[in-house]
């Protein structure tokens, strides 16, 4: 199991969402809440392709990129995630993925 944890934080224009590995084996996610919220449920599912394709033992972002938009209609189907998140004071998201 590795540990992700997801934030809301208003991020650049034409930047829906970034996640970074932690040295620590965690991830980090930031979404930007200026998105409707179905934006913020693909950019969450755009997350967490990454981290569970292993793009962040990969080196080409633009491939990486490529690759993830071509996958985000099968991502779509395994990631049954919620669309009842909830956005917690910290600014930190919660979701139940419907995978446990």
């Known amino acids: 199991m590795v540990d992700i944890y997801l934030y809301y934080q208003e991020l650049p224009d034409n930047i829906n969402e970034m996640v970074v590995e932690c040295p620590d084996g965690s991830y980090t996610g930031y979404v930007d809440p200026r998105q409707t919220r179905a ?4 950019s969450i599912i755009h997350i967490l392709q990454h981290i569970y394709d292993l793009d962040f033992e990969k080196y080409d972002v633009q491939e990486i990129e490529a690759q993830a ?7 779509e189907k395994s ?5 009842n998140f909830i956005m917690h004071p910290d600014n930190s998201i919660c979701f139940d993925t419907g995978n446990e």
Do not use: L
């Open 69 to 75: 938009h071509e996958r985000s209609d099968a991502h």
């Open 79 to 83: 990631f049954s995630i919620s669309s």
């Open 39 to 42: 934006e913020i449920r693909q």
